[in-house]
T-cell receptor, first 116, second 110 residues
C-alpha cells in the first residue's frame, strides 16, 4: 500500500550541481504533479503531467524540467541548482486525466532539498 | 480571479476544546474545496472535500467543514482537539486552477 513514493527524502547540493528527484505511484493514476512548498506560501505547482509523454508548466516552472516516460513515474530535474530552489518538493497523483478536477490528489512524503 | 485565504496562520487550543480553522475563497467557477493536513516531515493527507453535494462535509478524525456560498467560506471544525491534531492544515480550492492556502499551524496544549 505504498501510494506515492519519493526519493530521496533529503539532499544537499552545491550551487550549480544537477539533480533528479524521483516519484513513483502504484495507484494507476493518470495525472501527476510536482509542487514546491515554502514557508507561508502553501504549495506551488511546478509542472504536471496528464499521461505518459505529456507534460506542461505550472505556476513556477523556471529552472526545472520534468519527464514522464510511463504512467507510473514522474521525475523532476534541476539542471543547475540555485539557492532559491531550496525547498521541500512534493509529488502528487490523481486518477483523472484533466489537469484539475474534483478528485483529490494523493501526496508523497516529500524531498527536502537544500542548496548551498 | 481565484484565491484562497486562510485567516489564521497559527491556532493554539487546549486538548479537549473545539478547533476552528477559517478559510475564505474567491472563484468565478463553482469550486471544489478540500482540506488537507500535514504532519511534520510528512506529505499532505486529505481530510475532507466538498464537490457541490451536501454543504456540511464530514471528514476523517472527527473533522467537518461547512460550505457557505453566501460567505464564500469553508471553515474546518472539530468539537474536541486531540494531541495528535497538532499539524499544519491547508485549504485548497479548485476552480479554473488549483489554489493552496498558506496554511494554518495548529498546536494543542495538554
Amino acid at each position: 500500500n505504498a501510494g506515492v513514493t519519493q526519493t530521496p527524502k533529503f539532499q544537499v547540493l552545491k550551487t550549480g550541481q544537477s539533480m533528479t528527484l524521483q516519484c513513483a505511484q502504484d495507484m494507476n493514476h493518470n495525472s501527476m504533479y510536482w509542487y514546491r512548498q515554502d514557508p507561508g506560501m502553501g504549495l506551488r505547482l511546478i509542472h504536471y503531467s496528464v499521461g505518459a509523454g505529456i507534460t506542461d508548466q505550472g505556476e513556477v516552472p523556471n529552472g526545472y524540467n520534468v519527464s514522464r516516460l510511463n504512467k507510473r513515474e514522474f521525475s523532476l530535474r534541476l539542471e543547475s541548482a540555485a539557492p532559491s530552489q531550496t525547498s521541500v518538493y512534493f509529488c502528487a497523483s490523481r486518477a483523472q486525466t484533466r489537469k484539475f478536477g474534483n478528485q483529490p490528489q494523493h501526496f508523497g512524503d516529500g524531498t527536502r532539498l537544500s542548496i548551498l | 480571479a481565484q484565491s484562497v485565504t486562510q485567516l489564521d496562520s497559527h491556532v493554539s487550543v487546549s486538548e479537549g476544546t473545539p478547533v476552528l480553522l477559517r478559510c475564505n475563497y474567491s472563484s468565478s467557477y463553482s469550486p471544489s474545496l478540500f482540506w488537507y493536513v500535514q504532519h511534520p516531515n510528512k506529505g499532505l493527507q486529505l481530510l475532507l472535500k466538498y464537490t457541490s453535494a451536501a454543504t456540511l462535509v464530514k471528514g476523517i478524525n472527527g473533522f467537518e467543514a461547512e460550505f457557505k456560498k453566501s460567505e464564500t467560506s469553508f471553515h474546518l471544525t472539530k468539537p474536541s482537539a486531540h494531541m495528535s491534531d497538532a499539524a499544519e492544515y491547508f485549504c485548497v480550492v479548485i476552480g479554473y486552477k488549483l489554489s493552496f492556502g498558506a496554511g494554518t499551524t495548529v498546536t494543542v496544549r495538554a
